[in-house]
């Protein structure tokens, strides 16, 4: 399959990894938008959080409990920061493999533009 994130799960493409096991991988965005920006997605093809349900929904807890971890390890659990995943063409979504953005280190603002 032609996506650019099955290919840094499976290593075909480089990435700075800050975290792996058999069904999660982190690693650090190409162009962060804050500090700490982190990509966090699960080693299966998953196309978005559209096509999450009752089958695959494990995953999406593995990964929240993948970002506290690296939240702290971070440094940025008590400043806080922000977990993002962008749905489709609206919603600003660029690769179709389900990802978590872990973003912190600097304030954000709400609502998003
Ligand atoms: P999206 O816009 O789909 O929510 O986020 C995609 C993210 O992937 C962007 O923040 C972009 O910088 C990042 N990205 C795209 N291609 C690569 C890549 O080859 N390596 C890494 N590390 N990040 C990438
Ligand atoms: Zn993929």
Not at 34 to 60: F, G, M, R, T, W
Not at 86 to 107: A, E, M, P, Y
């Amino acid at each position: 399959m032609d996506c650019i994130f099955c290919k840094i799960a499976d290593g075909e493409i480089p990435s700075t990894k800050v975290y792996e096991d058999d069904e999660v991988l982190a690693f650090l965005d190409l162009s962060p938008v804050s500090p700490v920006h982190i990509l966090i997605i699960p080693k299966e093809h998953i196309q978005s959080a559209y096509q999450v349900d009752c089958s695959n929904a494990d995953i999406v807890a593995k990964i929240f409990c993948v970002a506290a971890k690296l939240a702290k390890e971070q440094g940025i659990c008590e400043s806080g920061y922000r977990i993002v995943t962008n749905v489709g063409k609206s919603g600003g979504q660029t690769v179709n493999h389900l990802h978590f953005h872990l973003i912190g280190g600097r304030d954000f603002s709400w609502p998003p533009g």
